[in-house]
Every structure is written in C-alpha cells, then in structure tokens.
C-alpha cells in the first residue's frame, strides 16, 4: 500500500459544481497534512495546509480525519482556473524516526464551462 | 520579485554527459531542496540541504551531487546521466525544514531534462 493515495481522476465538472477529493495515508503517527496545487507544466504551489478542526480558506475547504485516516479537499462553486491537479502532502516519519514529506501523485481536476 | 529560478528550463543531454542544474533563491531561505517528478510517482527529494555548507541526502540521491557554498544558490550536477535520469526537477526552497515546520515550500519553473 502507498503511504499516500489520492484518486487519480480525472474529476471533469462543470463550473459552479462542488467537487471533494480525498486522500488517504497509512502512517498513523503523520503530524501534518498540506494540498498543493499544480497547474499543467508548472511548480507546485502551497494551496493551503489541513488543520485537526479543519479550515476554510474563501472556496476551499480542508478537513482531517485521523480515525479514517484521510484529508479531504472540498471546492465549492468550481472555477474554469480551479483545473489543476492537487496534491496531498504529508509529513510522516521515515525508517530513521526522521520527518519527512510524502507526496501523492495529485488528483486532475477539469473544470469546464 | 524572483523567488526561487531554476536554469535551464529545457535540456537535452547524451547518455554519460554530465551536466549541472542551477538553482538560486532570494529569499533568505535556509532550506532547500531538490525533486524530481516522474509520471506514477509523487514528487522523490533526491537532495536537500538546511544552511549553507550543508547538505544530505534524500530519498533518490544516487546519480547526483549537490553543493551549498551560499545560502542563495544550490546547484545539482548530473555526474553521468543515464536515461533513468529523465525527469522533471524541480528546486524548492523554505523558511523552516520542510519536515519540521509548516512553511510552505516555494518551487521554481523546474527543468524537463530528457537523456537519449
């Protein structure tokens, strides 16, 4: 099992659509959860980081459950520039008890008009 | 307004050249890293380093060597490349530890490296 799993995709919705995408980890010690976004052709940038209580930034809902063990990204009233794909990063402990990021192979999300 | 620049955008390279990946930042950042990104794989840290003089290796550092004589530059040499070496790499750069702290990590345009 990959220590970080995200559903490929690709989610194709139209504009104004909600869309949830999950991400699930398998260390149970992980401490810290982040979605990056990643336009075509481009560097990964820090959307936004996955707090215990969960949170919100304008359309953009992160949420954590550790019993599950899984974050999950919500994008409510979908934009045409929302297309992208959307990493899940998490930072775990390697076989040395050191940290370090574990990055998921991103979901493609499409938004079309 | 830089941020973290990578050079070159775009590279060619024969089987058993080397070559060097230029990576600055004018952030003052103290760590920064090195990744590549092949398709089916997440982003792999092949070597990072927390301050100048300091350096370490990642999760794939075999094939490469780093340096860090400034805190601004970090550049990633190819000692013979070989076309598993065929990647995107991408350079990031951060305030804190990446594993350690919550600051975001800031990447650059990254390289298309392609060896034939």
């Known amino acids: 099992r990959k220590e970080v799993e995200q559903d490929p995709g690709p989610f194709n919705v139209p504009e104004g659509a909600t869309v949830a995408f999950n991400c699930t980890y398998s260390n149970s010690a992980s401490q810290s959860f982040f979605w990056y976004r990643q336009d075509c052709r481009k560097e990964p940038k820090l959307l936004m980081s996955?707090?215990?209580?969960?949170n919100e930034d304008g359309r953009f809902t992160a949420q954590l459950n550790r019993a599950s063990q899984y974050i999950s990204l919500l994008i409510r009233d979908s934009k045409l520039s929302d297309s992208a794909t959307y990493l899940c990063v998490v930072k775990a402990f390697n076989a040395g008890n050191n940290r370090k990021l574990i990055w998921g192979l991103g979901t493609s999300l499409a938004v079309n008009p | 307004n830089a941020g973290v620049t990578q050079t070159p955008k775009f590279q060619v390279l024969k089987t058993g050249q080397s070559m060097t990946l230029q990576c600055a930042q004018d952030m003052n950042h103290e760590y920064m890293s090195w990744y590549r990104q092949d398709p089916g794989m997440g982003l792999r840290l092949i070597h990072y380093s927390v301050g100048a003089g300091i350096t370490d290796q990642g999760e794939v550092p075999n094939g490469y060597n780093v340096s860090r004589s400034t805190t601004e530059d970090f550049p990633l040499r190819l000692l013979s490349a070989a076309p598993s070496q065929t990647s995107v790499y991408f350079c990031?750069?951060?305030?804190?530890?990446?594993?350690?702290?919550?600051?975001?990590?800031?990447f650059g345009d990254g390289t298309r490296l392609s060896i034939l």
């Open positions: 996955v707090y215990s209580s969960g």
């Open positions: 990031a750069s951060s305030y804190g530890v990446p594993g350690l702290s919550n600051q975001p990590q800031h």
